[in-house]
């Protein structure tokens, strides 16, 4: 059975960091891309970050890219995603996602397995 659990969400000030974190167990973590999704309450589940299998190559979301940094350890089957300049409207439930090693694409029909999300909640 596979299972992605996020950790490290919180309460943070705007400006500060935080750094999230999703074990995955249940599947050859090396054989699949990772994915990290946003989703505020009354919107659509939101594309973040997408690394590859091996974190050589990553893909941002504009509203992102400068300040958040996504990574893997395939060794510990580990994704991580690091949140720096956090604001306001990044607050919300973080979601990671496993997508096939063949699958392309970045919205949420796009991934196979999903955790159950960790909150987020910035405050200005």
């Known amino acids: 059975q596979v299972q992605l659990v996020e950790s490290g969400g919180g309460l943070v000030q705007a400006g500060g960091s935080l750094r999230l974190s999703c074990a995955a167990s249940?599947?050859?973590?090396?054989?699949?891309?990772m994915g990290w999704f946003h989703h505020v309450p009354g919107q659509e589940r939101e594309f973040i970050a997408h690394?590859?299998?091996?974190?050589?190559?990553?893909r941002y979301a504009d509203s992102v890219k400068g300040r958040f940094s996504i990574s893997r350890d395939n060794a510990a089957s580990t994704l991580y995603l690091e949140m720096n300049n956090l604001k306001p409207e990044d607050t919300g439930v973080y979601y990671c996602?496993?997508?096939?090693?063949?699958?392309?694409?970045?919205?949420?029909?796009?991934?196979?397995?999903w955790g159950q999300g960790t909150q987020v909640t910035v405050s200005s």
């Open positions: 996602a496993a997508q096939q090693q063949w699958r392309l694409g970045y919205t949420v029909v796009d991934f196979d397995y």
């Open positions: 690394i590859n299998l091996g974190g050589g190559r990553t």
């Open positions: 249940g599947l050859t973590f090396s054989d699949y891309n």
